[in-house]
T-cell receptor, first 112, second 115 residues
Framework: DAKTTQPNSMESNEEEPVHLPCNHSTISGTDYIHWYRQLPSQGPEYVIHGLTSNVNNRMASLAIAEDRKSSTLILHRATLRDAAVYYCILRSLKTSYDKVIFGPGTSLSVIP | AAGVIQSPRHLIKEKRETATLKCYPIPRHDTVYWYQQGPGQDPQFLISFYEKMQSDKGSIPDRFSAQQFSDYHSELNMSSLELGDSALYFC??????????????FGSGTRLTVV
């Protein structure tokens, strides 16, 4: 399976934008880029996913590099509630019920 | 909106006992996934079911078994419990779309403590 690389931790000031990077240099053409996050003492939460084009939803934006070897999750205004571990995950469109594998993510701290 | 329901929320068992964790997926979701998360670790995939059939298996010990029932709820059965089985167990459900991905919805988890 193609792997992703994320920074272990990042800090952000409250109400500032946050850019969480993810490298996936071995991504294949059928791999979707998914982001999940896990708040303390809670189950993981789906954030966003995309294939080639940038994506926006109510939670965040996903910017995908033109060569697809990297992507960035953008939180437009960080709040204290956004402090969580963020996981960047690749999923191949072999079957849409393929499992999600969580690897080392980025622990985001938000400073008031 | 309905979420994924897991029960019980907390469970304390002694070594060598058995435990059963239950998961009720979101209505109309056809896929269920089980994860184990030890202290300070990332969630580890255990097993999944699609349309009541096992679809994938991860690092699930032979002492554990799971199934998905006709109403789509799932149960994770754990026997001969060991101290190392103490963890958070999450269930997630999803809709397996054709040529389209839907995100998983996770439950709040069951915290199992083996003493």
């Amino acid at each position: 399976d193609a792997k992703t690389t994320q920074p272990n931790s990042m800090e952000s000031n409250e109400e500032e934008p946050v850019h969480l990077p993810c490298n996936h240099s071995t991504i294949s053409g059928t791999d979707y880029i998914h982001w999940y996050r896990q708040l303390p003492s809670q189950g993981p939460e789906y954030v966003i996913h995309g294939l080639t084009s940038n994506v926006n939803n109510r939670m965040a934006s996903l910017a995908i590099a033109e060569d697809r070897k990297s992507s960035t999750l953008i939180l437009h205004r960080a709040t204290l509630r956004d402090a969580a571990v963020y996981y960047c995950i690749l999923r191949s469109l072999k079957t849409s019920y393929d499992k999600v594998i969580f690897g080392p993510g980025t622990s985001l701290s938000v400073i008031p | 909106a309905a979420g994924v329901i897991q029960s019980p929320r907390h469970l304390i068992k002694e070594k060598r006992e058995t435990a059963t964790l239950k998961c009720y997926p979101i209505p109309r979701h056809d896929t269920v996934y089980w994860y184990q998360q030890g202290p300070g670790q990332d969630p580890q995939f255990l097993i999944s079911f699609y349309e009541k059939m096992q679809s994938d298996k991860g690092s699930i010990p032979d002492r554990f078994s799971a199934q998905q029932f006709s109403d789509y709820h799932s149960e994770l059965n754990m026997s001969s419990l060991e101290l190392g089985d103490s963890a958070l167990y999450f269930c997630a459900s999803s809709l397996a779309g054709r040529l389209k991905y839907y995100g998983y919805t996770f439950g709040s988890g069951t915290r199992l403590t083996v003493v």
